[in-house]
């Protein structure tokens, strides 16, 4: 069992960054592929980005690649995604989660996550 809580959401104008964190409980983070998700109002909650459990390999959806980088800390059993250059369109809850299996293609799922935080929420000013 994994607990995951999120951070550093909060607003922001257009053109600014924001640092959000995912600290996860238990001894086995480093055994997960983890995962950043957002769900804006009315809408499916979307794949962002996805980091592999070591760290080596990153995986991002087209909209943020660029503006958004993911990464991990294993010691500190911590998960970051780095946001600049936000833009309205990204204002959304932002969740991360957890995958115990292996990445594969449908990695990018959100049914292929099996922990997920609350959320936290990010809100871009125009």
């Known amino acids: 069992q994994v607990q995951l809580v999120e951070s550093g959401g909060g607003l922001v104008q257009s053109g600014g960054s924001l640092r959000l964190s995912c600290v996860a409980s238990?001894?086995?983070?480093?055994?997960?592929?983890m995962g950043w998700f957002r769900q804006a109002p009315g809408k499916e909650r979307q794949f962002v980005a996805a980091v592999s459990s070591s760290g080596g390999s990153t995986y991002y959806t087209d909209s943020v690649k660029g503006r958004f980088t993911i990464s991990r800390d294993n010691a500190k059993n911590t998960l970051y995604l780095q946001m600049n250059t936000l833009k309205p369109e990204d204002t959304a809850v932002y969740y991360c989660?957890?995958?115990?299996?292996?990445?594969?293609?449908?990695?990018?799922?959100?049914?292929?996550?099996?922990?997920w935080g609350p959320g936290t929420q990010v809100t871009v000013s125009s």
């Open positions: 238990g001894r086995t983070f480093s055994s997960y592929v």
């Open positions: 989660a957890a995958m115990k299996s292996r990445w594969s293609p449908s990695s990018t799922r959100k049914a292929s996550y099996d922990y």
